[in-house]
Every structure is written in C-alpha cells, then in structure tokens.
C-alpha cells in the first residue's frame, strides 16, 4: 500500500481542483481520496511525495492507430501490411512513448497489431498504456477504408475481412471483431482526407448495414466507433446507434441535435489534420491528402467550437500513426489545440483527455481518480489551469496501476 500527496489533485469527474489532497493506492487501485485532513495516512504505506505538484489522472488518447509504421505515404502501409512482426516491433517503441508523456490509457481504432500487443502490455511483457482496440477496421468497398490509389486486381479482396458490403456481411465482419476479441468495433460512415476517390462529405454504409454492427457490437456490450466526417453521413450514424462520432468535421444543428439526444461522445482529432496541413508536403502526404486536409480544416474548428459552445460531450484523440509527422508521445497536442483552435477552457480540455475519453471505452474505471479506480496518475510542474501546454512539456512523474513508470 502506498499514498500520494498532491498539491493540487483534479480527479477527472469535472470542474473542481482540490489542494493538498491525498491518494490513497491499494493492489493497483485508488481506495480513497480526497483532502489530507479528511484522508488518513495508512500505516506502514509508502508515502510519495508530489505536494509541490499537480496531479490529474493518467491522459486517454481516445483515437490513435497502433500501426507500427514510419511513413506518411498510402502506398508504403500497403507494401508494410505482410510485415507485421517488423510494425509490432516499432509499436512497442510507440507505446512506450505514449506512456512515458502520460498517456495510460489509448483507444485503437483501426490496426491488424493492436490485439496481440494489447494481450502482451496486460501480460507485463511489454511497457504500455492500457490498450482497448477495434482490431481493423469496417469500409464498404469504395469507401474511406478501400485502398483507392491501387487497383482492385492487385488487392487480395477475397480475404480482406475490412471490405464489407450488405447487412449480413457487416453482422458477420462485427462477429469476427467480436471473436478476434476487439473491445470495440470501427465503421467508416463517410469518406475521409486520407483517401483518394472519395470525399469527407460522401456519405457510406446504409442504415441497415450500420444497425447490423451497432447490433452484434451492443449484444456483447461494447461500442461502435463511427469514422463519419459530412453531417449525412454523421446522422445515419448516430440514428442507428454509434457511441461515439470520430473527427466530425461538417457538422450542422441536426447533428448536433442528435449527438445531444442520443449522448454519442464526440472525437474531433484536428491534431492530423493541422500536422498535414502544416508540415505534410514535407512528409510524403499525397497531393489529394493535402488539398483536403486544407479544405476542411477551417470548418473542422469552427464545428468543434460549435459543439463545445452547445454542451457536446467532447474526448481529446489525436489520429496520430507513429510516423515523425504524427508520432506518439506528442499526443498531448490536441489539448492544446482545444484552448488555442478551439476556445476551450484549459480545464475542458483536461477533462477531454481524462473524463470525457474514459467514456469512449468499455470499462469505467479509466479517465478519473475515485474509489475503485485504476491507479493510473500523471504529477504534472505546474497547474494546467494557467497552461495546458504543461501536460505535454511538464510532466515530472508517470505513475500505472500506482507503479512509477521507467523514463
């Protein structure tokens, strides 16, 4: 049994900073918190001593892909995708990364490694975040998930378990994920700015196939990720029960009706899209990523404001893949693009990143600090309040599961 006494403690679950406060840990889990003067120091714990610091939940990057690879360019992951052994390696890097800037907790949504290094990272075989992923991800064919650059005859289609067309292949795909042992299942409602035939605002999947996913993934209690940028396609979504909207980036008072109405979480990810629309060219971004990652860019903020403005529950994920344009470990840049792109209040934006992503995930012990909680903390130089850059530059200790983490 150990203890922690913080100068500051934000416990994930809202607005409120306590000072001086203590966390009491036992067998890898908070058993009580609160001010010192209310919380007895057990006998014979380990004190730790963070009283000159502030201390907030361990951070939940709550969409990334645990790829493994080191390149920007579409036709690269292609020729990568039969190198799994050398893009599992790599991950192990990514997550040690993501776990030493604080991130204790990611969500996957869309990788054909996660499974296996989620499995090792609860084994203690490797160091990491706690993983919860969708293995890969859902497309129809022609849709954001389809290799457009290349044609179909040079693609092992017959096998490619993501290509899903009509209801009953969705149910049988969402049955597969669900068999494979995904904690979630990812959907591509319209297309993207990573895909070169379609756009964002074309809407995919009809609203059968989008209920036969919603349907296998609710029977065994985990969520439905929906990939869904144009409002169309965002609606069909929501209508048809997704939990959670990724990026959303045109969205107009219907969906944000509906996000209000059904109490989906809202992921934006403008991280990606500034990275590409400032450093792509230099990164091996095609022509086609670049010219819509710059057409939408302005309207994925103005919608994310919006929805802030209206109360939308938001959760802070990055879209970051491991290449030096979007590593892991600078996932953090998000929260920092909720105060500055966006008009977040700091302590929003933390709560993004802790609270709000918890809700992202099957489990509910992850994103806030009370009594049955993982032990996962993050002890940060100064107070996120007056700068929310601290959570990506400032960190002094990383504790999961209440160990201190190595680096």
């Not at 679950?13 to 889990?29: H, K, M, N, P, Q």
């Not at 290094?117 to 993983?131: K, N, Q, S, W, Y």
């Not at 290509?163 to 299942?185: F, N």
Request: charged share 30%; glycine share 10%; net charge negative.
């Amino acid at each position: 049994m150990r203890y922690i006494d913080c100068g500051l403690l934000y416990d994930g679950t809202g607005r409120e900073f306590l000072s001086d406060a203590r966390v009491v840990i036992e067998d890898g889990r908070v058993s009580e918190v609160g001010p010192v003067e209310d919380v007895e120091a057990p006998a014979d714990a380990e004190r730790i001593d963070h009283s000159g610091e502030a201390v907030i939940p361990g951070l939940i990057d709550a969409h990334l892909h645990i790829w493994g690879t080191r390149a920007m360019d579409p036709f690269t992951w292609v020729t990568e995708t039969d190198r799994e052994s050398l893009r599992a390696a790599r991950a192990t890097v990514d997550l040690r990364r993501m776990l030493e800037a604080g991130f204790t907790t990611v969500r996957d949504v869309g990788s054909d490694v996660a499974i296996g290094l989620r499995d090792a990272v609860e084994e203690g075989e490797i160091p990491g975040p706690r993983i919860y992923t969708s293995g890969r991800a859902f497309s129809q064919t022609g849709g954001h998930g389809d290799r457009h650059f290349l044609p179909k005859r040079w693609l092992d289609t017959e096998h490619d378990s993501s290509i899903v067309d009509g209801p009953t292949a969705c149910r049988e795909g969402a049955r597969s994920r669900i068999r494979e042992g995904a904690d979630l299942i990812k959907i591509s409602t319209t297309g993207g700015v990573l895909s070169e035939k379609d756009e964002p605002h074309h809407s995919q999947f009809t609203d059968e196939e989008i209920r036969a996913f919603t349907e296998e993934a609710h029977r065994v209690e985990i969520p439905v990720a929906a990939h869904a940028q144009g409002a169309p396609g965002i609606k069909s979504a929501l209508r048809n029960g997704v939990d959670t909207i990724e990026h959303g980036i045109y969205l107009d008072d219907e969906s944000i009706d509906l996000l209000r109405e059904t109490g989906a979480v809202l992921v934006p990810t403008l991280s990606i899209v500034d990275r590409i629309c400032e450093h792509g060219e230099d990164h091996g971004v095609p022509e086609w990523g670049m010219r819509k990652a710059v057409e939408v860019r302005e309207d994925h903020v103005e919608s994310i404001a919006r929805a802030y403005e209206d109360g939308i529950p938001i959760a802070a994920g990055t879209d970051f893949i491991g290449p030096e344009l979007v590593p892991h470990g600078e996932n953090a840049m998000e929260l920092e693009l909720f105060v500055d792109a966006v008009g977040m209040d700091p302590v929003d934006a933390l709560y993004a990143a802790t609270g709000a992503a918890g809700e992202t995930v099957p489990d509910d012990d992850v994103g806030t600090l009370t009594a049955g909680d993982r032990a996962d903390l993050v002890a940060l130089a100064d107070d996120p309040r007056e700068d929310v850059s601290v959570v990506r530059d400032g960190i002094a200790a990383v504790y999961k599961g209440g160990e201190l983490v190595d680096g």
